[in-house]
């Protein structure tokens, strides 16, 4: 069992970007001395509902910060990014924290990221593939070439070779079964969001297994976290407070062509996450974490616990989560 936590550097409403960057570090560190396991960072651009443009850059920094704690992106969007790049930055962090840098990498979305960093469409529609292959063989091989629709160049070293072998962790953001599937097919485990509820990650978690042929994986399930003295108190003020978050965060998606996107609905959204996540008491919030994993298999759970809008709460979540949460979920499905 893995348990770590998940900061988007969520911007509420009158924060300052260096209040929201600080909070965010700080609560990677809080993260490290109370016990978990990992922390993941979320990469957005240009909107309020996150405002880390680099993932890597931020995990870099923390890695600094601490001794322990495995960190990464979750997840650097490769449709915006250069494949062998991102393979040069992996190994680099790879060899400095000593084998403790984790790399998540996702599709994205049809976002007007794509023009403005002049990846275009295609990448994010046809190129995921392509760029993820040439990811893994960036951190695989000592030499890399590529002569794909969209990469062409010839051979090069790979320079520094990674300190973990064959290859840094690598785990890919799914929410389609066809991504699910092509992750499967390179035998990397699964990255799940908030969004989805058990029966739906279960869906996935089947997916996966019907192309890779087991049911093995080291897949990884995002979810929202915060305990409090009793359930009520712990859902009215997510359901008051996640919204001056949501609302203007989400309407930050601004697609790249003329399709409709329609943002979810604030209210409705965070209700959706204070019912199906671990939201209540130190007692709810295990229920809810263990019947995650008895119903998907899921042994690794990266929790999100910014929802308060504050960093004081955030931080006194994470102290909650370690002391009264993780000893007992570990102790009913044994450590990692």
């Not at 936590?5 to 929201?20: C, H, I, K, W």
């Not at 910060?65 to 990464?72: C, E, L, N, Y």
């Not at 494949?83 to 190994?91: F, M």
Request: hydrophobic share 40%.
């Amino acid at each position: 069992m893995r348990v770590g936590v998940f900061l988007l550097a969520a911007r509420f409403p009158g924060q300052g970007d260096g209040e929201v960057l600080s909070a965010t570090v700080e609560a990677a560190v809080a993260a490290e001395q109370a016990g978990f396991d990992d922390v993941w960072f979320a990469e957005h651009h240009f909107m309020s509902y996150g405002i880390c443009p680099s993932a890597v850059t931020l995990a870099s920094f923390v890695l600094g910060r601490t001794r322990r704690i495995a960190v990464g992106p979750a997840v650097s969007v490769l449709s915006t990014a250069h494949p062998v790049a991102l393979a040069e930055q992996t190994a680099l962090l790879d060899q400095v924290s000593g084998g403790r840098f984790r790399l998540g990498v996702g599709r994205g979305g049809p976002w007007i990221d794509l023009e403005v960093f002049g990846t275009g469409l295609a990448r994010y529609e046809t190129g995921f593939a392509e760029s993820l292959d040439l990811l893994l063989a960036g951190l695989g091989r000592p030499r890399v070439s590529a002569s794909g629709p969209t990469f062409t160049f010839r051979e090069v070293p790979m320079v520094p070779r990674p300190h973990t072998r064959p290859r840094p962790p690598v785990v890919v953001a799914c929410t389609s079964t066809g991504t699910a599937a092509l992750a499967a097919e390179r035998g990397l485990p699964m990255l799940l969001g908030l969004h989805i509820d058990d029966e739906g990650r279960r869906r996935m978690v089947d997916a996966y297994t019907a192309t890779a042929g087991h049911a093995r994986g080291n897949h990884v399930a995002a979810a929202l976290a915060y305990v409090a003295d009793t359930r009520a108190e712990a859902r009215r003020l997510l359901r008051a407070e996640l919204p001056r978050w949501l609302r203007p965060g989400l309407t930050g998606y601004t697609p790249v062509d003329g399709r409709t996107h329609t943002p979810r609905d604030p209210d409705a959204y965070a209700e959706l996450l204070c019912r199906i996540h671990p939201v209540g008491t130190a007692g709810d919030c295990l229920d809810t974490m263990t019947a995650t994993v008895e119903r998907t298999g899921i042994r690794h759970l990266i929790l999100m616990v910014e929802g308060t809008g504050s960093s004081r709460r955030t931080r006194e979540n994470i102290a909650r989560l370690g002391a009264e949460v993780l000893p007992h979920l570990r102790a009913r499905f044994g450590d990692h």
